[in-house]
């Protein structure tokens, strides 16, 4: 036995509103990875109903890495919510045409309105329940975002947020023992390594991981 199968949308057959992830998307702006799981109280499709924003003219993706657990009510706002900031009025003219779009100056609506990228959330990141990421966030691989919690900016590696703006409470291990985990990088692993070392990946002992591999 070497755990799940990645490629099944229950992974719990008694528990249909849990599912990973990777077997549930529909959008090709949206990219999840191996055994990354997301629980929604009513309906897991909400997940896709929540990416919010997100056009495909925009082009901007949200890329989530493996085994991270995602609860339900997560948010991610996506580009297309952005609206200029600089000119006398923020309202988008040029969208509605009609004449307004010589708002636009020559450019396309992916030129003219701001963009902070791709959303990526890294490996092993837990989100807690009704989370909210804003655009061109990066979260770090180990990282917990608290229920409720606004992230506005980029989260470190094995840092835990919460609040609105979500800041740093503390980092879940030391930084020597977060760049040595970063190395070890066991969610690359094949099903095989990983259920080998599965005591020691649910222990707090990394020296003995690294002795272990």
Not at 47 to 52: A, D, K, T, Y
Request: glycine letters at 8%; charged letters at 20%; one cysteine or more.
């Amino acid at each position: 036995m070497t755990g799940p199968d990645p490629a099944t949308l229950h992974p719990l057959p008694h528990h249909r509103r849990l599912v990973f992830l990777r077997n549930l998307i529909t959008r090709p702006n949206i990219e999840v990875g191996d055994y990354t799981y997301y629980d929604d109280f009513e309906d897991p499709a909400n997940f896709e109903r929540n990416v919010l924003y997100h056009f495909d003219f925009i082009g901007d993706r949200l890329i989530i890495g493996n085994f991270c657990a995602l609860a339900s009510g997560v948010k991610f706002i996506m580009n297309g919510g952005n609206h200029e900031t600089a000119p006398v009025s923020t309202f988008p003219f040029a969208i509605f045409g009609h004449g307004w779009e010589t708002a636009m100056n020559g450019q396309s609506v992916a030129e003219k309105y701001p963009s902070k990228g791709d959303t990526v959330v890294g490996h092993d990141v837990w989100i807690g329940h009704e989370a909210t990421i804003m655009p061109g966030i990066h979260i770090g691989n180990g990282a917990v975002v608290a229920t409720k919690a606004v992230v506005t900016r980029h989260v470190p590696a094995y840092a835990i947020v919460a609040g609105n703006p979500a800041t740093v409470v503390r980092y879940r291990f030391e930084e020597d023992t977060i760049a040595r985990l970063e190395k070890l990088a066991w969610w690359f692993w094949p099903a095989e390594k990983i259920t080998r070392h599965l005591a020691l990946l649910s222990a707090a002992d990394v020296a003995a991981l690294e002795q272990a591999v």
